[in-house]
């Protein structure tokens, strides 16, 4: 079964740009979506599309596709962005989620 | 405004049954792929089940494959999830969640329900 690779975290300063990476076979021939989770909370749709973003989320967060990886790009990062962030694509009829990142913001 | 919420969680015990409900509203419900997604505690996302418009099609995880059963009634906007056969490793938040899409192969998840926690113990 298709199966994506996220670090487990990152770290990032207040006002600094953290990247995720998410990676899979052929990633790169297939769509992205990112997703952010808060303790407690549902996760909430970020990038799709692999760079589009919903209405209503910040364009901070952007999204990119090259080769096997796509990237979370976060630019300016605040407080309120510590969260867990999870990609997410689509093989044979399945959806597959990464395993996670946790974004620590010292 | 669209929004979804999930009901039928409880305590189970293994080998036990289990119905989740997601009503839906606020949107063409009836136009949509529905999905469930679960989150094991202190867990990851993992995708469950989901279904087309209809019921044309209908995909599972592996590891629910025999067991978990996705319905949906258009009528009453709303979707479901038979649990049988439970196990421990089932224990986990369930979310009902609206699958948008952009193009074939391009899918996502849109919107989520606050989820309904199911705990499969003895």
């Known amino acids: 079964s298709y199966a994506l690779t996220q670090p487990p975290s990152v770290s990032v300063s207040p006002g600094q740009t953290a990247s995720i990476t998410c990676s899979g076979d052929k990633l790169g021939n297939k769509y992205t979506s990112w997703y952010q989770q808060t303790p407690g909370q549902s996760p909430v749709l970020i990038i799709y599309h692999d760079d589009k973003r919903p209405s209503g989320i910040p364009e901070r967060f952007s999204g990119s596709t090259s080769g096997n990886t796509a990237t979370l790009t976060i630019r300016g990062t605040q407080a309120m962005d510590e969260a867990d962030y999870y990609c997410?694509?689509?093989?044979?009829?399945?959806?597959?989620f990464g395993p996670g990142t946790k974004v620590t913001v010292l | 405004e669209v929004q979804l919420v999930e009901s039928g969680g409880g305590l189970v015990q293994p080998g036990g049954s289990l119905r989740l409900s997601c009503a839906g509203s606020?949107?063409?419900?009836?136009?949509?792929?529905m999905s469930w997604v679960r989150q094991a505690p202190g867990k990851g996302l993992e995708w469950v089940a989901n279904?087309?418009?209809?019921?044309?099609?209908?995909n599972y995880v592996d590891s629910v494959k025999g067991r978990f059963i996705i319905s949906r009634d258009d009528a009453k906007n709303s979707v479901f999830l038979q649990m049988n056969n439970l196990r421990v490793e089932d224990t986990a938040v369930y979310y009902c969640?609206?699958?948008?899409?952009?193009?074939?192969?391009?899918?996502?998840?849109?919107?989520w329900g606050p989820g309904a926690l199911v705990t499969v113990s003895s």
């Open positions: 606020g949107f063409t419900f009836r136009s949509y792929w």
């Open positions: 997410q694509t689509w093989d044979s009829r399945t959806e597959v």
């Open positions: 279904i087309k418009e209809d019921e044309g099609e209908k």
């Open positions: 969640a609206r699958r948008g899409v952009v193009g074939w192969g391009s899918y996502y998840f849109d919107f």
